[in-house]
């Protein structure tokens, strides 16, 4: 079985400070595991995407992600918040194989100026 | 290249009617998908389809039929509207479900709207 839990459906954080978003994941198999962004009344970009290479996965617009398996965690990371990065951000598994995506209900982040 | 691109953007029917969602991408991709959007949820697979002429039941599939007669068209059918179907739809498509190159691209949506 595959699932995401997003563990803050809302973020809060000051511009130029740390964001961190944080996803946990199940699934029986090795995973492909995705971070998108979605902007408001838009569709969803894709930040980033962990395939079992590299564990710390870079993706665009500073965001980066680590895949912990002993912690079956891949929390999202930028170093400093912009006001362009507000939007809901989507953690998506997918079990290497199946067809389905699994999203997480979502996690909204503010960055107040 | 356009990418992955829905019609129309907005629709509102009334309970009953019967309408179409049309999905298009040009990047050749072999997999596309349908998902729903509801507030406070993610995204729920509605149909997929894995080739021409081939299409697959996802997690939320009663009261939709898809059709995927071109390999660059994804169609979503709604043949008795209901309230519960007022969401924000997504198609999606992928080139394979190969962990390197299984990426969705998704397009912008379609905000449907059953009275």
């Known amino acids: 079985a595959q699932s995401v839990t997003q563990l803050d459906s809302h973020v809060s954080v000051s511009e130029g400070t740390p964001v961190l978003l944080r996803c946990n994941y199940s699934?029986?198999?090795?995973?492909?595991l995705f971070w998108y962004v979605q902007h408001p009344n838009k569709g969803l970009q894709l930040l980033l995407k962990?395939?079992?290479?590299?564990?710390l996965v870079k993706g665009i617009n500073g965001f980066e992600a680590e895949f912990k398996k002993s912690e079956t965690s891949f929390h999202l990371t930028k170093p400093s918040a912009h006001m362009s990065d507000a939007a809901e951000y989507f953690c998506?598994?997918?079990?290497?194989?199946?067809?389905?995506?699994?999203f997480g209900t979502g996690t909204r982040l503010t960055v107040i100026p | 290249n356009a990418g992955v691109t829905q019609t129309p953007k907005f629709r509102v029917l009334k309970t009953g009617q019967s309408m179409t969602l049309l999905c298009a991408q040009d990047?050749?991709?072999?997999?596309m998908y349908w998902y729903r959007q509801d507030p406070g949820m993610g995204l729920r697979l509605i149909h997929y389809?894995?080739?021409?002429?081939?299409?697959a039941k996802g997690e939320v599939p009663d009261g939709y039929n898809v059709s995927r007669l071109k390999k660059q068209n994804f169609l979503l059918g709604l043949e008795s509207a209901a309230p519960s179907q007022t969401s924000v739809y997504f198609c999606?498509?992928?080139?394979?479900?190969?962990?390197?190159?299984?990426?969705?691209?998704f397009g912008p949506g379609t905000r449907l709207t059953v009275l």
């Open positions: 990047m050749n991709h072999e997999y």
């Open positions: 389809s894995v080739g021409e002429g081939t299409t």
């Open positions: 962990y395939t079992s290479a590299a564990t």
């Open positions: 699934s029986s198999y090795s995973p492909s």
């Open positions: 998506v598994v997918r079990t290497t194989g199946a067809n389905n995506l699994f």
């Open positions: 999606a498509s992928s080139y394979s479900k190969a962990a390197r190159t299984d990426t969705q691209y």
